[in-house]
């Protein structure tokens, strides 16, 4: 049987949930794989007979990675980024990709561009620009889609579902970016007016569903998982964690995760709008203030507070305030260029602009920290890669804005630092939504 045809054929969830947990465990061992999942041992005894004669596990039991493959697509402000994953969710080499035939893309890909070709090689993800001009940017979306489903049509691809993670407000149910505040020209837009006839004909034709989900929710996914095979014991301790919320702070700020084991996503979906919370303004002034006796030292704030409104929400939320103060930033570009990866590497050194954003990272860790309660709260997005000196102090944050019985329950972590989290994300909540969990929502309570 072709492996396209071994997919197409469904088993029960409970399948796969098994074959979720033989993946995060990295072992065969039923005795331990009934105590990751709850499943009895002659239940999973079963299920990996199941597993094993459907074409999912060896012989001798182990996962199998190449029996299907997932595109997951995150689309940014500045950057589309794309990964290909296996069924060990582990994202497909750029040799393997160039292997595969989309060498087109690979041409445009702006990693060889950055690192030069030897070295973007050594990469597992594609990197094209993004755009504000809705033609362009549809554009991309579908030179990427048009590659890859091109070869899907060959048995060198088993492609099962494609996940493309936008900014904004999300309807996944309907396929539809009801808000993208940091790209308007997705507003009100659903995916069919994004694709061309080319792409929407194959993937009917070839049967492949597409999956939407917002940016925060994809990082989050991928960074849950990552837990598990993390080579750090004291952050795979953190792997079984039940209660966990995980910040993508990238242009804009979104938030998600899980409590008692269950995906958070709201009434609607848009759980996480966290950068649209109003903010205390934490301005120089407001230094100016607590040290007096350095007051010659701070500069003058550059933009009154009536200019930190936020074009979207029209309110003063900790994301314009960040941006308007900590950045002086008026606009998106002038934000986006004082972000580059390059800058934030040495914005440390600007110390009264570093308090300042320490300030408005402590009110955003405490809040989350006193409302929701969260056993570990993962930091991740640019911010928290490009400054490490943000971690030096990050106890102290915690301490001074929550409530001390429950700051001093939550553990606060980095991501794991992969350009490609979203990309990674996006792809393998296509896979949960099409193998796992196709009749509830995303968890990992214990059955």
Not at 308 to 334: G, M, N
């Amino acid at each position: 049987m072709a492996e396209k045809e071994k997919l197409d054929v469904l088993l029960p969830e409970n399948d796969y949930r098994l074959l979720d947990e033989i993946r995060r465990q990295q072992t065969t061992d039923k005795t331990k794989l009934a105590a990751a999942s709850g499943f009895s041992w002659p239940t999973v005894n079963k299920l990996c007979e199941d597993l094993k004669n459907s074409g999912y596990l060896t012989d001798d039991m182990a996962l199998l990675p190449t029996v299907g493959y997932m595109l997951g697509i995150a689309v940014g402000t500045r950057e589309i980024k794309v990964s290909l994953i296996d069924f060990a969710f582990q994202p497909v080499p750029r040799k393997k990709l160039q292997e595969l035939g989309i060498g087109a893309l690979l041409d445009r890909d702006l990693l060889s561009a950055r690192k030069g070709s030897e070295e973007a090689d050594e990469e597992d993800h594609l990197c094209l620009n993004s755009s504000q001009d809705l033609e362009k940017l549809a554009e991309t979306l579908n030179d990427v889609l048009l590659a890859f489903l091109h070869v899907a049509q060959t048995p060198a691809l088993p492609l099962v579902g494609i996940g493309i993670a936008f900014p904004g407000a999300v309807d996944t149910k309907n396929h539809k970016i009801c808000a993208c505040p940091n790209i308007p020209c997705l507003n009100e837009k659903d995916l069919d007016s994004l694709l061309c006839t080319d792409v929407r004909t194959l993937l009917e034709d070839l049967e492949i569903k597409v999956e939407l989900c917002h940016n925060a929710e994809a990082g989050f996914l991928h960074e849950k998982e990552q837990l598990y095979h993390s080579q750090d014991p004291s952050r795979k301790r953190l792997a079984e964690s039940q209660n966990v919320l995980c910040v993508y702070h990238g242009t804009g700020i979104g938030l998600s995760g899980c409590m008692a084991g269950q995906l958070l996503r709201g009434s609607n979906g848009f759980f996480g709008e966290v950068g649209h919370i109003l903010s205390p303004d934490f301005s120089f002034q407001r230094l100016k203030t607590e040290f007096a006796d350095q007051d010659d030292d701070i500069p003058e704030d550059k933009i009154p507070l009536s200019g930190c409104r936020c074009p979207f929400c029209q309110k003063t939320c900790l994301e314009s305030l960040i941006r308007a103060r900590v950045f002086e930033a008026e606009d998106l570009e002038t934000f986006k260029q004082k972000t580059d990866r390059e800058r934030l590497r040495t914005f440390a050194q600007s110390r009264w602009h570093f308090k300042l954003l320490n300030q408005y990272i402590g009110f955003m860790v405490g809040t989350l920290i006193n409302l929701f309660n969260p056993e570990v709260l993962i930091l991740t997005g640019r911010l928290y890669d490009c400054v490490p000196e943000i971690w030096n102090g990050m106890n102290i944050l915690k301490s001074g804005n929550s409530l001390s019985y429950s700051g001093s329950r939550c553990t606060i972590i980095p991501g794991s630092q992969k350009d490609n989290s979203v990309a990674v994300g996006a792809a393998i909540s296509v896979y949960y939504h099409i193998y796992s969990y196709r009749t509830e929502e995303i968890n990992w309570a214990r059955h």
